[in-house]
């Protein structure tokens, strides 16, 4: 929905404040809810401003800036502390995965390694035959191997 105009709005209170009709007056005159009229009183009688709010809608964060900086020491101090433990150690009212969001946002990982030294990348076992083209000519052609044809159907 689209916000409506500062001036709209200023109209809105002007008609309201001169006792022009009731909000559901106002609201049919200027052809917007009622629910906005009573929204905009609102907002004028408790921040004093009719000006479109935007900025301060949307889901508030939980982590908060003081909660970074705990979690940075926290983590600094022990890394192979859980997720669900950091969050019972914090006292932390977020879930688990925000938590693990604002790890992300701070750029730590959380990755758990065990100690001991990296697998070998080499493949374990040798593939019979050789790879290229020459490989390709030896294969038997699709639909003539006897494990991927069907059996005729009974008429």
């Known amino acids: 929905m689209k916000t409506i105009s ?10 309201y404040d001169a ?10 005159r200027f052809r917007v809810s009622v629910g906005m009229v009573k929204k905009l009183l609102q907002q004028r009688s408790r921040t ?9 809608s949307g889901r508030k964060a939980k982590i908060l800036p003081e909660y970074r900086e705990r979690l940075g020491t926290l983590i600094a ?3 192979d502390l859980t997720l669900a433990e950091i969050k019972a150690r914090l006292e932390m009212s977020c879930s688990v995965p925000a938590l693990h969001y ?19 990348a080499a493949p374990t076992s040798r593939r019979p035959g050789r790879s290229g083209s ?10 003539l191997s006897s494990s991927t044809s069907r059996p005729p159907r009974p008429t």
Not at 6 to 12: F, H, M, Y
């Open 134 to 143: 020459k490989n390709k000519e030896a294969s038997p052609r699709p639909g």
């Open 102 to 120: 604002a790890l992300v946002s701070m750029g730590l990982t959380f990755k758990k390694r065990r100690c001991m030294p990296p697998s070998k």
């Open 77 to 79: 101090a022990q890394p």
């Open 19 to 28: 006792q022009e009709g009731t909000r559901e007056d106002v609201a049919k």
């Open 6 to 15: 500062l001036d709209l709005r200023e109209r809105i209170l002007a008609a």
């Open 48 to 56: 004093g401003d009719i000006a479109h709010r935007h900025r301060f």
